[in-house]
């Protein structure tokens, strides 16, 4: 509800900050775009781990997220974490509420939740 209010009126509110990421987001995305098929995103509380096909796992440290409605049934997850260079770094989840599916930073095509990598 709050959620939804500041949604609304997000000059005054702002983005929510959330330090794990909530029931909805939990699990394994898959996509059927053809560049990402074979590639794997898990959603955990604390962190994401990127399966990208000929490359070792990446388990990312969620250290923040920044939640933020962006239009109807459309929630940003900005997630702030560092690099494994070093450097701070952003990757921005967009949950699609009607279609219980989610964007994966600037990947074309949404991503399906997925009971296996």
Same mark, same amino acid.
């Given at each position: 509800? /709050?959620l939804a209010?500041? *949604? %609304?009126?997000?000059?005054?509110? *702002?983005?929510?900050?959330?330090?794990?990421?909530?029931?909805?987001? %939990? *699990?394994?995305?898959?996509?059927?775009?053809?560049?990402?098929?074979?590639?794997?995103?898990?959603?955990r509380r604390?962190?994401?781990? %990127?399966?990208?096909?000929?490359?070792?796992?990446?388990?990312?440290?969620?250290?923040?997220?920044?939640?933020?409605?962006?239009?109807?049934?459309?929630?940003?997850?900005?997630?702030?974490?560092?690099?494994?260079?070093?450097?701070?770094?952003?990757?921005?989840?967009?949950?699609?509420?009607?279609?219980? /599916?989610?964007?994966? *930073?600037?990947?074309?095509? #949404?991503? #399906?939740?997925?009971?296996?990598?």
């Open positions: 509800m /709050a209010a500041c *949604g %609304l009126f997000a000059v005054a509110c *702002g983005p929510a900050t959330l330090s794990q990421m909530p029931d909805h987001l %939990l *699990g394994i995305w898959k996509t059927s775009a053809p560049r990402h098929a074979q590639n794997f995103v898990e959603i604390d962190s994401l781990v %990127l399966g990208v096909v000929g490359l070792e796992l990446e388990v990312i440290r969620i250290e923040t997220i920044e939640v933020a409605r962006q239009g109807a049934g459309e929630e940003v997850y900005r997630v702030h974490f560092t690099a494994a260079e070093g450097y701070p770094d952003v990757l921005a989840l967009t949950w699609l509420e009607n279609e219980r /599916a989610v964007r994966v *930073g600037a990947a074309a095509g #949404t991503w #399906t939740r997925s009971a296996e990598r």
